[in-house]
């Protein structure tokens, strides 16, 4: 786990034997070794140890794994998974990078101004503008028309000569 440019001072170190069984709540930087069954929320760096583990969601400003995460990881900054991470869950970053042989399933929305989810207006019909249920329904009701109309031309056709045939019989 690569904190190359920058010297990160660990505040909190969960060892390898731990397991912490509900959500766990940090303000400073941790190195996580050990199991977490529930939420993590870290106000700094955090970084997972390869036999780290967390089982629910993850926040914190920035992120290295190594270990296994299965739930949604948010980072402010930068998530990093190197080549023993394994998340199951979607990420929520400005930067990843994400090393050959790194496990990740889920989906990545990267390089948003703000992290928090937006939700939209709901759009009104705007005057004069036809929803596209209703243009999908315009079309289909045209095209059976125009087949109709088609339909009904190659009849009269075929009428017509067979009318021609019988007259030159005659």
């Known amino acids: 786990m690569s904190t190359k440019n920058s010297q990160i001072k660990i505040t909190t170190i969960i060892g390898k034997d731990v397991v912490i069984d509900g959500d766990f ?3 400073g930087s941790v190195r996580m070794d050990g199991t977490v069954e529930g939420n993590v929320k870290v106000g700094g760096h955090l ?3 390869v036999s ?6 993850l926040e914190a400003s920035s992120t290295a794994i190594g270990g296994e995460i299965i739930g949604n990881v948010t980072a402010l900054e930068k998530t990093e998974l190197t080549s023993t991470a394994r998340v199951i869950g979607d990420i929520r970053t400005n930067l990843i990078v994400i090393d050959e042989k ?4 889920g989906k990545c929305d990267m390089n948003q101004e703000e992290l928090k989810p937006r939700r939209r207006a709901p759009r009104e019909n705007r005057a004069g503008k036809r929803s596209a249920k209703d243009a999908l329904r315009d079309a289909l009701k045209a095209a059976e028309e125009e087949a109709n109309a088609s339909d009904a031309a190659e009849g009269a056709t075929a009428a017509s000569a067979d009318a021609g045939e019988e007259n030159t019989l005659i």
């Open 52 to 57: 780290g583990k967390i089982h629910g969601d």
């Open 25 to 27: 709540t940090a303000t």
């Open 47 to 49: 970084l997972v140890g």
């Open 102 to 105: 790194a496990i990740f399933q």
